[in-house]
């Protein structure tokens, strides 16, 4: 009876680890991992218009999508095997004397991730005494309890506008290696002649 007991509990507990898992797996109900032809379609079920979408670059992009209230642009990021790694959101650029706007902007990015990914790491890393650098992200939060991803916000300054980035990368994506190069040496050496 005892080891029925054990083996309930351990199956619970996988159970509930994998549900887990799967919270951190998507954006917007689109699956990391998902082909690029799926991502587009998600996106249009969605009720949005991607850009984006000959298959040309590494990017589909969503030029209006409200994240929680906040509207924002989304790209998703593909890897050289055309599966979606990575999402970047970011907001609309404004002049310095907006710049509370998007220290207000980051730091609603920053609940929303802490909502979805836990708790961040620490506290902001800077505020708008700061000094900011230009052309550079300037990391506002990080989170690194989900092991799989990469996830930061960041204000941005360039040209002397400000804007503010959220960013999430499945690592194991992110770094997985060309399929189809080595699909493509297969063929030439199984196409070679037996001598």
Known sequence: ?????????LLTLLLSLEAVAQRYN????????????TVIEEVMKLGYEPYGQSGEGE???????????????????????DKFYSFEIRTGRVERARLSKSFEAVAYMSEQ???KYGKPSGNPAIDETSSLKENLL??????????????????????GRYFVVGSVTHRKLATEKNLGA??????????????
Not at 1 to 9: D, H, L, Y
Not at 147 to 159: E, F, M, P, R, S
């Open 1 to 9: 009876m005892k080891r029925i007991g054990f083996i309930v509990t």
């Open 26 to 37: 998507d954006f917007a109900g689109i699956p990391f991992g998902a082909s690029r032809e």
């Open 59 to 81: 990017r589909v992009v969503i030029p209006v999508f409200m994240f929680g209230e906040l509207p924002v642009q989304v790209d998703f990021i593909f890897n050289k095997n």
């Open 113 to 115: 991730f802490t909502l």
């Open 138 to 159: 300037n990391l506002y939060q990080q989170w690194f309890s989900v092991k799989v991803l990469n996830i930061y916000t960041a204000l941005v300054q360039k040209d």
């Open 182 to 195: 080595s699909r493509k040496s297969e063929k030439a050496v199984s196409n070679q002649p037996v001598f």
